[in-house]
């Protein structure tokens, strides 16, 4: 059974950082691609990032590049989200998701095409 936890969420003030992580169990992460999404009350799923395993080449959303960061600590099996200069509009439930046959070539990051979810971790960013 793929588990794919995330953790870090929490409440900031704007122009704040949060540090996300996504910890599996059951499988190595570092066979997958691993996508953040976050959805916010009344809107659509939205690909944030994107980790690709072979290469780690990463892919970002317009709406969040230059001031998030996708990683991955093998040694951890985890992969990290860093969000930095944070908005009231990065308020959301984020959540990770990892795929073993995916390979993100760029935005859109599509949710479809991830199988495996976590349950989210809600941020909040307050003005």
């Known amino acids: 059974q793929l588990q794919l936890v995330e953790s870090g969420g929490g409440l900031v003030q704007s122009g704040g950082s949060l540090r996300l992580s996504c910890a599996s169990s059951?499988?190595?992460?570092?066979?997958?691609?691993v996508g953040w999404f976050r959805q916010a009350p009344g809107k659509e799923r939205e690909g944030v990032s994107c980790?690709?395993?072979?290469?780690?080449?990463?892919y970002y959303a317009d709406s969040v590049k230059g001031r998030f960061t996708i990683s991955r600590d093998n040694a951890k099996n985890t992969v990290y989200l860093q969000m930095n200069s944070l908005k009231p509009e990065d308020t959301a439930v984020y959540y990770c998701?990892?795929?073993?046959?995916?390979?993100?070539?760029?935005?859109?990051?599509?949710?479809?095409?991830?199988?495996?979810w976590g349950q989210g971790t809600q941020v909040t960013v307050s003005s």
């Open positions: 059951g499988f190595t992460l570092h066979y997958h691609a």
């Open positions: 980790i690709n395993r072979s290469d780690g080449s990463t």
């Open positions: 998701a990892a795929d073993a046959d995916l390979y993100c070539s760029g935005p859109p990051i599509r949710a479809p095409d991830f199988g495996s």
